[in-house]
């Protein structure tokens, strides 16, 4: 299958560039995300190396025994270990699909508000297997605060790509929601074949501002769709992370810009023991963030605005599976 068009962006080029190449880039973001939705994202901080070992320590936790990795199970937008079949992503877009073909460690933001529901929910503590593989913490943890300074600094592209002020969504991000999903996607040696129309994660859009992705190259990988192509292969660059805006982003644009619909293929019957492993971060914004579309001649659909807590929550919500 042919691969999508999707640029690359240098986002250290866009920090320390003269005003010229900053608007050049910021140029091309703005066609990119009208159209697909999606960028190819380098010069963001997380080095090889760093990814390597949030795999590997994951990775040690995935494989101890099912029991073990039970007491460390939790529902959808907990902190934990999310089992197969606890969620079908699809749902959230309305398409039928059987349960995600993966496994999942969660994590997100803990910095409590002072309000008891709230903090209750988006806030709650990050749990660790700290007696199973004591080194996933720290390491995980780090690569959360890489990919936090990566957002804020993607925010600021896409502000400038809008002709906004340069804090036009960070200021919206003092204390934001965001979860960091750890999800392997191991083999049909581990799960059995896939059933008619089930997915390592089936079709749907992000919910947030901005999901800064990084993953594997495989045959059962990473599919984005365009209107243009249809579903083709997302293009692969190992030193750079794949960055797709939310719903919370486009309907802040006015649909100006995709929300980038993609999906994950099953393991291929070419390669059924394929095992890849991707973390993904979640980026969304302040808690009861109105989110109302900008005017035209930039928005195009002038959505009612939205409670971001209460959306987040209700699209996680649909794709739990009962």
Known sequence: MAEV???TIDLGAWVAGGEAERAAIARRVDEALSRAGFLLLTGHGADARQRAEVRAAAREFFLLPEPVKRRYAVAVGGRGWLGPGAEANGYAEGTETPPDLKESWSVGAEQA????????????????PDEHVPRLRGLVEAYLAT???AADETLRLLAAALGRPADFFTRHTGAPTYTCNINWYPGSDVLGPPLPGQYRIGPHTDFGTVTLLDRQQGRGGLQVWTEEQGWADAPYDPAALTVNIGDLMARWTGDRWRSGRHRVLPPS???????LMSLVYFYECDPHTTVAPLPAPTGRVAYEPVDSTAYLRAKLDAITVP
């Open 5 to 7: 068009r999707i640029p």
């Open 113 to 128: 508000t002072g309000d008891a529901e709230l903090d209750a929910y988006w806030f709650r503590r990050n749990v660790w």
């Open 147 to 149: 990919m936090r300074t």
């Open 269 to 275: 019957p070419e390669a059924p023991e394929e095992e």
